[in-house]
Structures are given as structure tokens and as C-alpha cells.
């Protein structure tokens, strides 16, 4: 009677191993949904302050990993201000000024805008398959969803989160849920997306919440106003001559 | 030195006003020595406290270090040199690891520079030794500046994030052991300290440093190669360049000052001039030449100089004393932009004394004499009669 018991455990953890993918096909399948050769957005931020919450729009044109071009529009205050990302540099144009700014060191880790995003978030864009090691911890459910817990573990030291654990969509494969973690295991952000729509085919995540665990407050509310992908964007764009134009 | 004679008995004569004008000129001259006392003493006091905290007799920077770049901190590491480490053992020197970072207090997110030192170290007067006399994972040493601002206490829990040397994220729970009492803001502002070995272990920058301070009575740093040696001469250059400027803004308020003082004297000649022809006129007539009466004339007016000092002394040698003994709060604290602490103590030196009678006395001989020039053209039948200015 107990060799039955084992075999029927067995067979069941089979079964089970059988379904769920691996970590890797897993992180496959959420870059070839989240990544495109180009692509153009308007976005909001909503930063919750302290005292009072502010929105900044703005629009971002984006080539690979390594380039980006965003132009705030909104706030009347904040228009114009313009951000150049060029592989790991960054470059940001203030028109009250009229200065660009080399954004490099200890400076990358200040907020945007007085966000819970530094500029160093903004300009983590690469591949999870390229950074990360992963393994499938579970499931749970987000947002309604069905969901692969994955375990994410940096492939070398010199990636920025050593871990990460993320809540992907079994049929989506958008995260729905993320909490990035430092060396020594203390848990530095948190993502929460609120809504997912499909444009042109790919699932997108249209309201995410950004926080910075180790900040009091209510974090940043990311909203996704329209996104194209694979357009044509033109090469002067990723120029520095663009952030005065 | 009948002249000499003539000119005191003069200004005897004029009684009350040249009282007047003596106290006025003892007031300019007072205060012109305490203001220069002043930046004598904050000039020292500045440069004393920061080679005692700070600077020691130097400080090896490493090749992409740059204090005034802090773009450059990121690469601003390397291994300490053997010769700096013998140095370090032999108690003359401490190797220090700038690491830019941030702390959470309270919730709110502050950049700040994670420096790592040996607590045993006699270099610099930091209180360190609060780093070592504890069983803290991570024990943090602040100042009392970044203690205000961040609203930290001793005992106070605080999560310290960095990159290592790789460029990965770490955070760790640290505890504030101590909040040095320091009148040195540039140890203070912005920074947390911490044990070297421990920061170098987070940070991945094993026998690392950035800064290597040697000791005060080190004489002869060895060259050391891909480390540059900056003297105290270069370290505290900005701290005098900063004296230097508000040095300038007090001159201009003590010139105004000497300036009114001036006024009274020339008036008071001009006046005794227009007043005392006659008695220019008997003077020439009975054989004294026009250079000798325009030299007792100058010769009055610069005694008030004279009176003046023997006056400032009177009330300003006590008050002088007392200052340079017990000091002074000085109001605005770091808003003069450099170590003061709670008291100012003035240095008031003989040569300082002097140089400013000698100059106070000059000056006052020179505005003395201009109104006398007139008496070169006087002549002695006009003066007589009262007539000629």
C-alpha cells in the first residue's frame, strides 16, 4: 500500500513538473513580449510627495537597450526637459538653464522628478534572459491571473539587482508583481502593475506602481498612455544635438 | 622741538575738541584691530580644526580622486600602497574608503558618502574609537550636522544602501553609535562613517582606499606612485581663499569707518587753519619759516592719532584680553562656510598692534596736512590783518 502511495505522489509531481516551463523558457518568453526593436510612448508619472502628489508626462523614444530619448511635456514647469540615454550614458537637457548635464556616478542614483525612480532605474532596459539565472518557485495568482513565481538570480556580480522575484502572467508573460533585492537579500523595490492592455499584438503593462521599499510614502504610479512599436525612429534622435532642439 | 612743544600746547588749548576727535579716531582704531583680530583668530581656528580632523600633515590622494569632481568617485579606489600601509601600521598614517551611498532615515532617502576608517586611528581627531567599542554588525559614526538633518540619535537604526565595487546594489541595517561633536563641517555634512575593514568587506574593495591621511608631525611623505600627495598648503588653500574674501568685506567697513574718523581731523584743521591766521602771520613774522608752521600744524593733527591709540588702549587692552581669553559666540555658525565652533577667539599680535597705529598715525598726518598747503601761499602781512584763506 505505501509503494502506491509513493508512486502516486511521484506520478503527481511529474505531472506538475511536466506543466510548469522553465525559468528560462519563462524569461524568453517575457522579453520577446516586452522587447521591440523600436518603440514610442506617452506615459505619465504620478509621484505621490509627502504633502501632495504631482504628475509629470512624458514621451520616450526607444531603440534596443542601449538607446532612449525622453521629452517631458507636462508639467508647464518640467516641459522641455529633455533626457538622452546613449549605452551607459545619460545626458539631461533643462531649458530654465539652458545646460546639458553628464548624469553619471553616485548622481544616477538620485530620483527623477522627485520620483521613487532613480535615473538609474530609468536606464535599466537589458534582456532579463541576458542578466538573470532563473527557476520557477511556484505559482500564485495577481490580479485575477494566473501566475509563474520566478525566481531570478544575477548570472554575474556586476548586474544592478543580484535578485529578483517576479509574479509572470502563465498566458501574458507580463510581470505582474516584482520585488528586486540587494546582495544581501534586503528587498530594495517593489512593482505592482494595476492594468494590462495589448497593443498591436504584445501585452502591455499600462499602470504600474513603482516603490522604493526602503522609502516611506506611496511610491510612483506609472501610467501608459499610447505605445507604437517597431517604428521607424530617426538616428538624429539619439543625438545630442536633439536635447536643444 | 620747540615746534613738538608748540603743537601739544595747541592741542591743549583746543580742550574739548580735540577730545572729541581723539575718542572718535580710538573708536575707528579699536575697531580696526578687533576686526582684523578676528579673522586672525577665525582664520587659525578654521585651519587648526581641519588639520586636526581632517588633514592631518597631508593626505595621498588616489589618482582619480578629485575633491571638487564627484563624478569621480565611482573609480576613485585602488589598493593601499605598501608604503602607505606600513605608514598606517606604524600609527602615522590612515587609509580612508569613499563610497557614495544613500541612508533611509526615517523613511526619507539621503545621498551621502560612506567612509571607511580604522577605528583604532590616532591620525585625524575623530572619535573613532566609537566604532570599535561595539558589538554592531554595522556601527555608524555621524556628526552632529547630518545628526540634525537626518533627525538620527545614538542608538538609532538606519538602513545604509551602496553599489559595490561591481556595480550591484547592497543595503544594510546599521546602528548610529556615536555623533561627534565637530566643528568641521566637511566631515560632517553628507557623510557617515563606518569601519574600513567592514566597508571594504561590503563593498567588495578588499585593502582598498581612497584617501590615505598621514599624521601632523609626518615630515617627509614618500612619493608613492598612482597616489598624488596633497600638503596642507593645497588642503586648506580654499579655506583661506574663503578668510581671504570676507577679510575684504570687513576692510571696506572698517575704510568707511576710518574714513568718517578722517573727516573730523580734517575738518578740525581746516577750521584751526581759518581761525588761527593771525597767529600763522605773527608766526612767520617773528622768523618761523611757512615749512615749519605747516609741520606743527601736521604735527597737531596727527598727535590726535596719538591720543587716539593711548585712548583705544585704555578701553580696548582689557576688552582685547578678555576676548582672545574667553572668546566669543559668533552668530550665524556655519554660515561663514568654515570650522568655527561655538566660541570665536580673536588673536590680537604686537605686529597687528603696531602695523595699525603706524598706519592709523599716517594716515591721520596725511589728512592733517592737506588743509595746511594753503599756509605755503599765506602771506604774513594778509594773515596778520586776518585776511588770505
Same mark, same amino acid.
Given at each position: 500500500?505505501r509503494?502506491?502511495?509513493?508512486a502516486?505522489c511521484?506520478s503527481?509531481?511529474l ?9 528560462e523558457?519563462?524569461? =524568453?518568453k517575457?522579453d520577446?513580449? =516586452?522587447y521591440?526593436?523600436?518603440?514610442i510612448? @506617452? ?8 504633502r =501632495?502628489t ?6 520616450s523614444?526607444?531603440?534596443?537597450a542601449?538607446k532612449?530619448?525622453t ?10 526637459t529633455?533626457?538622452l ?15 546639458? %548635464? ?7 542614483? !538620485?530620483?527623477?522628478?522627485?520620483s521613487?525612480?532613480?535615473?538609474e532605474?530609468?536606464?535599466?532596459? &537589458?534582456? +532579463?534572459?541576458d542578466?538573470y ?8 495568482t495577481?490580479?485575477?491571473r494566473?501566475c ?7 548570472k554575474?556580480?556586476?548586474v544592478?539587482?543580484h535578485?529578483?522575484k ?5 498566458e501574458r ?6 520585488n ?6 534586503k528587498? #530594495?523595490?517593489t512593482?505592482?502593475?494595476?492594468? @494590462?492592455?495589448?497593443h498591436?499584438?504584445r ?7 513603482f516603490?522604493?521599499?526602503?522609502k516611506a510614502?506611496?511610491?510612483?504610479e506609472?501610467?501608459l ?7 521607424r525612429?530617426?538616428d538624429?534622435? /539619439?543625438?545630442k544635438?536633439?536635447l536643444r532642439? | 622741538m620747540?615746534i613738538?612743544k608748540?603743537a601739544?600746547?595747541?592741542l ?5 575738541r580735540?577730545w572729541?576727535?581723539a ?8 575697531a ?5 583680530g578676528?579673522m !586672525?583668530?577665525?582664520n ?9 580632523f581632517?588633514f592631518?600633515?597631508?593626505?595621498y ?5 578629485d575633491?571638487?569632481?564627484? +563624478?569621480t568617485?565611482e573609480d ?11 605608514l598606517a601600521?606604524?600609527?602615522?598614517a590612515?587609509?580612508?574608503l569613499?563610497v557614495?551611498g544613500? %541612508?533611509?532615515p &526615517? ?6 558618502? #560612506? ?8 591620525? @585625524? ?11 554592531e554588525e554595522?556601527?555608524l559614526?555621524i556628526?552632529?550636522?547630518?545628526a540634525?538633518?537626518? *533627525?538620527?540619535e545614538v542608538?538609532? !537604526?538606519?538602513?545604509?544602501q ?6 550591484a546594489?547592497?543595503?544594510?541595517d546599521?546602528r548610529?553609535v556615536e ?5 568641521v ?6 557623510q ?8 571594504r568587506?561590503l563593498?567588495?574593495m578588499e585593502?582598498?582606499a581612497?584617501?590615505v591621511?598621514?599624521a ?12 598624488? /600627495? ?5 588642503l586648506l ?8 574674501t570676507?577679510?575684504v ?13 578722517m573727516l573730523?581731523?580734517?575738518d ?5 587753519? /581759518?581761525?588761527?591766521?593771525?597767529e600763522i602771520g ?8 611757512r615749512? !615749519?608752521?605747516?609741520v606743527?600744524?601736521?604735527l597737531?593733527g596727527? +598727535? &590726535?592719532?596719538i #591720543?587716539?591709540?593711548?585712548?583705544g ?7 582685547f584680553?578678555s576676548?582672545?581669553? =574667553? ?8 554660515s561663514?562656510?568654515f570650522?568655527? *565652533? ?5 588673536? /590680537?599680535?604686537a ?6 597705529t603706524?598706519l592709523?598715525?599716517?594716515?591721520t598726518a596725511?589728512?592733517?596736512w ?5 599756509i605755503?601761499?599765506l602771506k604774513?602781512?594778509d ?7
Open positions: 500500500m509503494y502506491w502511495v509513493y502516486l511521484l503527481l509531481c505531472c506538475l513538473a511536466a506543466e510548469a516551463p522553465s525559468g523558457w519563462i524569461l =524568453n517575457v520577446e513580449n =516586452n521591440a526593436d523600436t518603440r510612448a @506617452v506615459s505619465e508619472m504620478v509621484i505621490h510627495l509627502t =501632495n504631482r504628475t509629470v508626462r512624458a514621451k523614444w526607444v531603440e534596443g542601449d532612449s530619448f521629452e517631458f511635456l507636462y508639467p508647464p514647469r518640467d516641459a522641455g529633455k533626457m540615454k546613449l549605452g551607459n550614458e545619460l545626458w539631461v537637457y533643462t531649458p530654465s538653464t539652458d545646460r546639458t %548635464i553628464k548624469i553619471s556616478g553616485h548622481m544616477l542614483r !538620485q530620483s527623477v522628478m522627485g521613487d525612480l532613480s535615473y532605474d530609468m536606464m535599466e532596459d &537589458h534582456k +532579463l534572459i542578466q539565472y532563473a527557476s520557477v518557485a511556484g505559482e500564485d495577481v490580479l485575477g494566473k509563474w513565481v520566478v525566481e531570478l538570480t544575477a554575474s556580480t556586476d544592478s539587482y535578485s529578483r517576479t509574479w509572470v502572467d502563465k508573460y507580463v510581470p505582474l508583481r516584482e528586486r533585492y540587494a546582495k544581501s537579500g528587498l #530594495l523595490k512593482t505592482e502593475v494595476k492594468s @494590462v492592455s495589448q498591436q499584438g501585452w502591455v503593462a499600462d499602470r504600474v506602481s516603490k522604493d521599499a526602503l510614502g506611496e511610491g510612483t506609472f501610467v498612455d499610447s505605445i507604437r512599436f517597431d517604428v525612429i530617426p538624429i534622435i /539619439f543625438s544635438a536633439s532642439r | 620747540t613738538l608748540l601739544i600746547r595747541n591743549r588749548g583746543a580742550g574739548i580735540t572729541l576727535n575718542v572718535a579716531l580710538s573708536f575707528a582704531f579699536v580696526i584691530i578687533f576686526g582684523q578676528m !586672525q583668530g577665525m587659525k581656528q578654521a585651519e587648526d580644526a581641519s588639520v586636526a581632517e592631518g600633515g597631508g593626505q590622494w588616489q589618482k582619480d580622486y575633491a571638487y569632481d564627484p +563624478l568617485l576613485a579606489h585602488a589598493p593601499t600602497p605598501s608604503a602607505l600601509e606600513s601600521r606604524a600609527g602615522k590612515a587609509p580612508i569613499v557614495a544613500s %541612508i533611509y &526615517h523613511g526619507r532617502i539621503k545621498p551621502v558618502l #560612506l567612509k571607511g576608517i580604522d577605528p583604532a586611528q590616532k591620525v @585625524v581627531a575623530l572619535p573613532t574609537a566609537a566604532l570599535a567599542d561595539t558589538a554595522l556601527p559614526l556628526g552632529n550636522r547630518t540634525a538633518t537626518t *533627525g538620527l542608538g538609532d !537604526q538606519v538602513t545604509v551602496w553599489r559595490d565595487a561591481d556595480g546594489f547592497d543595503a544594510r546599521g548610529v555623533i561627534m561633536q565637530t566643528s563641517s566637511t566631515i560632517d555634512v553628507g557617515v562613517w563606518m569601519p574600513l575593514a567592514r566597508l568587506e563593498a567588495g585593502g582598498e581612497t584617501i591621511t598621514v601632523k608631525d609626518e615630515r617627509k611623505p614618500p612619493a608613492v606612485e598612482g597616489w598624488s /600627495f596633497r600638503g596642507p598648503e593645497f588653500s580654499d579655506l583661506r581663499q574663503m578668510v581671504k570676507k577679510t568685506g570687513q576692510v571696506i567697513m572698517f575704510t568707511v569707518l576710518f574714513l568718517l574718523a573730523a581731523i580734517f578740525t584743521q581746516v577750521l584751526s587753519v /581759518f581761525r588761527r591766521r593771525r605773527m608766526l612767520i613774522a617773528l622768523g618761523m619759516t615749512v !615749519q608752521v605747516i606743527m600744524f601736521t597737531e596727527a +598727535l &590726535h592719532s #591720543l587716539a591709540a593711548v585712548l588702549m585704555a578701553y580696548g587692552a582689557p576688552l584680553y576676548l582672545q581669553r =574667553n572668546g566669543f559666540a559668533v552668530p550665524g555658525g556655519d561663514w562656510g570650522s568655527l *565652533g561655538d566660541k570665536l577667539y580673536p588673536t /590680537f599680535t605686529g597687528l598692534i603696531l602695523s595699525t603706524v592709523v598715525f599716517l594716515v596725511f589728512v592733517a592737506l588743509p595746511t598747503r594753503k605755503a601761499k604774513p602781512t594773515a596778520l590783518a586776518g585776511r588770505g584763506t
